[in-house]
């Protein structure tokens, strides 16, 4: 076990927030520090190695960094509110950034995609898109109670290849503002596994390797 943080007050060893953590393949540990917008890398035995990034929007510099993941090959993907996606070199150095923010990646106008990357381990991303009514150019908010959609969908690291595993009903509303401990849908990725489940529901979606789909039940009671 590695220890990195705690009571160490170097500057070095402080993280505030993580917001991802990933081993490389020769040993070393990456960790994302949401607050203070950088990745510090450390050795296997947890001595510090290197800090990249600090608040700003240029190249290079995060701001509210929301994941960071490890790509084939050690490179690192970093999403942020800006500039969006970064990749960082196998030894921490920019490689590229695009500024995609949030707002449905700039593909999904009608759709918002906050704090909701995930990895699947061998470079793919999982990306999650609620809609967004009310909007500029989308349809409005309905009135009383209603389930928001949640779009599903599976990327290369690159981006260039898009898949949609699934769209499923999502956070439940009334009216325009979301409802306290409300319905929602829930994704969770690792292993070459996509799971899609419901807070209100007694089973679990599963995408494979080969994007089929299979259910598993879980054992508790569904909700009312």
Same mark, same amino acid.
């Given at each position: 076990?590695?220890?990195?943080?705690?009571?160490?007050?170097?500057?070095?060893?402080?993280?505030?927030?993580?917001?991802?953590?990933?081993? !490389?393949? *020769? $040993? @070393? #540990? &990456?960790?994302?520090?949401?607050?203070?917008?950088?990745?510090?890398?450390? =050795? +296997?035995?947890? /001595?510090?190695?290197?800090?990249?990034?600090?608040?700003?929007?240029?190249?290079?510099?995060?701001?509210?960094?929301?994941?960071?993941?490890?790509?084939?090959?050690?490179?690192?993907?970093?999403?942020?509110?800006?500039?969006?996606?970064?990749?960082?070199?196998?030894?921490?150095?920019?490689?590229?950034?695009?500024?995609?923010?949030?707002?449905?990646?700039?593909?999904?106008?009608?759709?918002?995609?906050?704090?909701?990357?995930?990895? !699947?381990? *061998? $470079? @793919? #991303? &999982?990306?999650?898109?609620?809609?967004?009514?009310?909007?500029?150019?989308? =349809? +409005?908010?309905? /009135?009383?109670?209603?389930?928001?959609?949640?779009?599903?969908?599976?990327?290369?690291?690159?981006?260039?290849?898009?898949?949609?595993?699934?769209?499923?009903?999502?956070?439940?509303?009334?009216?325009?503002?979301?409802?306290?401990?409300?319905?929602?849908?829930?994704?969770?990725?690792?292993?070459?596994?996509?799971?899609?489940?419901?807070?209100?529901?007694?089973?679990?979606?599963?995408?494979?390797?080969?994007?089929?789909?299979?259910?598993?039940?879980?054992?508790?009671?569904?909700?009312?």
């Amino acid at each position: 076990m590695v220890a990195i943080g705690g009571p160490d007050d170097r500057l070095d060893y402080i993280v505030y927030g993580v917001a991802g953590a990933s081993r !490389l393949s *020769d $040993g @070393r #540990l &990456v960790v994302a520090s949401q607050r203070a917008s950088q990745i510090k890398y450390f =050795s +296997a035995s947890g /001595e510090h190695l290197l800090t990249v990034g600090r608040q700003g929007r240029g190249p290079g510099e995060f701001e509210a960094i929301l994941g960071a993941f490890r790509l084939p090959g050690d490179s690192l993907l970093v999403a942020s509110r800006a500039p969006g996606l970064t990749w960082l070199a196998p030894d921490g150095s920019f490689a590229r950034s695009l500024s995609v923010g949030i707002w449905g990646i700039g593909r999904h106008p009608c759709r918002i995609s906050e704090s909701s990357f995930q990895s !699947l381990g *061998d $470079g @793919r #991303l &999982v990306t999650t898109f609620d809609e967004n009514p009310g909007a500029p150019g989308c =349809s +409005a908010a309905s /009135e009383g109670p209603y389930r928001l959609t949640t779009l599903v969908e599976l990327q290369d690291h690159q981006l260039e290849r898009f898949e949609t595993l699934a769209i499923v009903p999502g956070t439940e509303r009334n009216g325009r503002y979301y409802r306290a401990f409300g319905t929602q849908a829930l994704v969770a990725a690792g292993g070459g596994r996509v799971f899609v489940g419901d807070s209100g529901a007694d089973s679990v979606a599963v995408f494979d390797e080969g994007s089929q789909r299979f259910t598993w039940r879980v054992p508790f009671a569904s909700r009312p």
